[in-house]
């Protein structure tokens, strides 16, 4: 009967965590949208574009804060946050075709990022 309970938890906690990374997934790839529209100097060619961008982001996201522990966000890590955030915008269009984005755009993209990210409702850590 204990077996049975923590094999249907254990389920439900995969099931959970995927729609986790599903809906970060999502939410930044809306932010992402929304950023490179305002953002001048920041462009991405189209919506599969933005899709691998926000996968890339997503994935880079997760390696720093399980190797540093910092989120790249500047709402809530201050100065280190929004470097990071600025960086990570930057590095991004390394790994994706049709995604470009200068330093400057960069840096206004960041600020973006992180105020579009902090007023989106919900949880947005993995």
Not at 3 to 23: F, L, P, R, Y
Not at 96 to 105: D, F, L, N
Request: aromatic share 14%; glycine share 8%.
């Amino acid at each position: 009967m204990a077996e049975e309970n923590q094999t249907k938890t254990q389920s439900k906690n995969g099931a959970s965590m995927i729609w986790q990374v599903i809906g970060r997934l999502v939410t930044a790839a809306i932010v992402l949208a929304i950023t490179a529209f305002f953002t001048p100097g920041f462009q991405i060619n189209n919506i599969w574009t933005l899709a691998i961008a926000a996968i890339v982001l997503t994935i880079i996201d997760y390696l720093i804060v399980k190797f540093t522990g910092l989120h790249a966000t500047p709402f809530g890590k201050g100065f280190v946050g929004f470097v990071l955030s600025a960086i990570v915008l930057y590095v991004t269009q390394y790994f994706v075709a049709g995604y470009t984005i200068s330093w400057m755009a960069a840096i206004i993209g960041a600020l973006i990022y992180g105020v579009v990210d902090y007023f989106l409702p919900g949880e947005q850590q993995m």
